[in-house]
């Protein structure tokens, strides 16, 4: 009987994995591959980092979610990806025969595009992995200890700057709260053309709103800003300028996975994924990919290159949809392909409050440049709903629920996000968006 394999299980990657399990008949197989032992909430890393929340709390073990929920767990790294015989090497000894493969490994951290840069050999903290959330704890609680600049931001081709603010704030909330904010100075440096961009623009408030809140939180912005170089103590700008720190958390630029590079035609130049609307890879018809893996345009044309960012509510309707299609494809289901929408929807922490940045659909139409819906809010009611919303997502994990249909009306209900769309085959090419 056919075997899908899903490679990776993040915020897409199990997701994907549950819908497919839900979907398929059970003797179908559904084999989930993965180098990291436990599921990770990942948005929850900056509590991590700042000693707010433990990693246990944010984590789930995946061996016992693949036997719990039927799924055929294989525990290692891929380093190979043989499509011609659709076959999977995991850690350079095991293979294994696919029917149908979905990508849902994120992206690889280029920290050595920078001199400095990175947790490992360089001098700056990230939370995108939970070894480096671990890492930034340590050296935080020693900041804590002996405080001074603190300086956090992002490089170009970065890929998602919400982590970012959020750190940004977070960490100058809990300096208030422990009484240390006077001797702590911060930065925010960004290659963003300007401060509440996020890699994505016209988003209505968010740059009034980001903007008053740095300027309400003291802490000074540099924008439009590449970092050349960083040194001990010491970050570089392209400008000249340097700025001293005690502690930095800056995000990387992202790239494709090194697999996915290694595959003549898989990637772009730059190892991500070009997809059809339906999820499925242009040229080989039996290779999914969602989430952070997948080539998406940016549309703003920017000083400095930026990724667009790509959600963890974005990359779970991508794995919704491109379970349904594998299904679809199969004919265990009789129904019309979908495609997801792109609606993003991104609550940022910010300590005692909170934005929502909402750009429905994140990709604007080619033809007017216009959205359905686009624009920011601020509340304290951003941060229970985060909280809330990470509650939810680990209940739906150990339960192995993929996007139940509650959710899908919750979201449209509160805040007019369309998921999907159902097309027709004969559609697809002429709504690709590669």
């Not at 909430?41 to 944010?58: M, N, R, S, T």
């Not at 280029?110 to 704890?137: K, M, N, W």
């Not at 590449?226 to 958390?249: D, S």
């Amino acid at each position: 009987m056919p075997n899908i394999a899903v490679i990776g299980a993040g915020l897409g990657g199990l997701p994907a994995a549950y819908e497919l399990r839900h979907l398929l008949p059970r003797d179908y197989t559904v084999t989930l591959i993965s180098h990291e032992p436990n599921f990770t909430f990942i948005p929850g890393l900056i509590q991590v980092a700042l000693d707010l929340k433990p990693l246990e709390h944010i984590q789930l073990d995946l061996e016992t979610l693949a036997q719990r929920h039927g799924l055929n767990w294989v525990s290692g790294g891929v380093t190979a990806l043989d499509i011609p015989n659709r076959r999977i090497t995991v850690a350079d000894e095991k293979t294994i025969d696919y029917d149908y493969a979905m990508i849902a490994t994120g992206a690889s951290l280029a920290f050595d595009l920078i001199p400095g840069l990175g947790p490992q050999g360089g001098y700056t903290q990230s939370v995108c992995t939970p070894d480096h959330a671990i890492e930034a704890r340590q050296a935080w609680l020693q900041f804590l200890d002996n405080p001074g600049p603190l300086v956090v931001g992002a490089v170009p081709g970065a890929g998602c700057f919400g982590p970012a603010y959020e750190f940004a704030f977070m960490a100058e909330r809990e300096l208030r709260r422990r009484g240390l904010r006077d001797q702590v100075p911060i930065t925010y440096v960004t290659p963003e053309p300007y401060v509440g961009h996020l890699g994505v623009s016209g988003v209505k408030n968010a740059q009034a709103l980001t903007a008053q809140l740095m300027q309400e939180r003291g802490i000074e912005v540099i924008d439009n800003m590449t970092i050349t170089a960083v040194e001990a103590e010491k970050m570089i700008l392209a400008n000249g300028q340097t700025l001293p720190f005690k502690y930095a958390m800056i995000l990387p630029a992202f790239r494709g996975v090194q697999f996915v590079q290694d595959v003549p035609g898989l990637g772009d130049e730059r190892g991500f994924i070009p997809v059809l609307p339906t999820q499925r890879h242009p040229n080989f018809p039996n290779i999914y990919a969602v989430g952070v893996s997948v080539e998406l345009p940016q549309p703003d044309q920017t000083d400095i290159p930026i990724g667009l960012p790509k959600s963890g509510q974005m990359s779970e309707a991508m794995a919704t949809a491109a379970a349904h299609n594998i299904a679809v494809d199969l004919g265990v289901i009789q129904a019309p392909l979908q495609i997801p929408t792109l609606d993003a929807l991104c609550f940022a922490e910010f300590g005692d409050t909170g934005i929502a940045y909402i750009a429905a659909p994140v990709i604007p139409d080619p033809e007017t440049g216009q959205r359905r819906s686009s624009y920011a809010v601020r509340g304290p009611w951003v941060v229970w709903a985060k909280a809330a919303f990470e509650k939810y997502f680990m209940l739906k994990m150990r339960y192995g629920v993929g996007m139940p249909w509650f959710e899908k009306l919750g979201l449209r209900a509160l805040f007019k996000l369309k998921l999907f769309k159902s097309v027709l085959p004969e559609d697809i090419q002429a709504l690709a968006r590669v």
